[in-house]
């Protein structure tokens, strides 16, 4: 079965601070990634998606950078952490196929930034 | 452009039915999504419906579409203490079947609270 994991749960960094947050995904292969934020009192935005090894697509201009260095590894970085930045990050993971095409996320990081 | 909206709170007596709407504006979405995130939680599908669709129940679940009017919305009968959560509606644009890329929009969520 898949699993999507997610680390760390939560984390409290210092503004200008660098940042990385993980996830894989195990028992699948090639899936599309996704990288959300859901700000307090917002809804989910979408940062980040990748379809494959390398490949990242970026939807809003920001301070923070994807990478996708393995088919099943995606990471979230920032090099000087800004206080907007706080929120809660979420990963998730789709296969593109008939008839399965929900979304299966992680259990989130919850970031804080002071 | 994409965007997907909903209201933000609803607040239902236990055991009646919550009807939790949303819009979007994109024609070529091919499918819409209902997410349920508890607090503190990731989400987790609750259904989806194809674009060629205009109803799907799943027991306590209905979900309608109204394509020409782009809106969607989920009923949830028999409202219980334990449907306390936010609820997501969300689009995917791309094609259906097999795709190299879609994106997933998702609306900012309503807050269903139940009262006894």
């Known amino acids: 079965s898949q699993t999507i994991h997610q680390w760390p749960a939560t984390l409290v960094q210092p503004v200008g601070s660098p940042l990385s947050l993980e996830c894989t995904v195990e028992?699948?292969?090639?899936?599309?990634l996704y990288w959300y934020r859901q700000a307090a009192g917002r809804g989910l935005q979408l940062l980040f998606y990748?379809?494959?090894?390398?490949?990242i697509s970026s939807e809003v201009p920001q301070n923070l950078s994807a990478s996708r260095p393995q088919d099943r590894q995606f990471i979230l970085s920032s090099k000087k952490l800004l206080l907007s930045d706080s929120g809660f990050y979420l990963c998730a993971w789709r296969m593109i196929r008939a008839g399965s095409t929900e979304a299966f996320f992680g259990q989130g990081t919850r970031l804080t930034v002071v | 452009g994409e965007d997907v909206e909903q209201s933000l709170f609803l607040s239902v007596r236990e055991g009646d039915s919550s009807v939790i709407n949303c819009t979007y504006t994109?024609?070529?979405?091919?499918?819409l999504y209902w997410y349920k995130q508890e607090p503190g939680a990731g989400l987790q599908l609750l259904t989806y419906i194809f674009s060629n669709m205009d109803m799907k129940q799943d027991q306590r679940l209905t979900v309608l579409l109204n394509k020409k009017d782009k809106h969607l919305s989920l009923r949830i009968a028999d409202t219980q203490t334990g449907d306390s959560a936010i609820y997501f509606c969300a689009e995917s644009m791309g094609q259906r079947g097999y795709s190299s890329a879609s994106k997933i929009i998702f609306g900012s969520g309503t807050r269903l609270s139940i009262r006894p």
């Open positions: 994109d024609s070529s979405s091919t499918y």
């Open positions: 990748s379809v494959g090894i390398g490949q």
């Open positions: 028992g699948t292969s090639n899936p599309n």
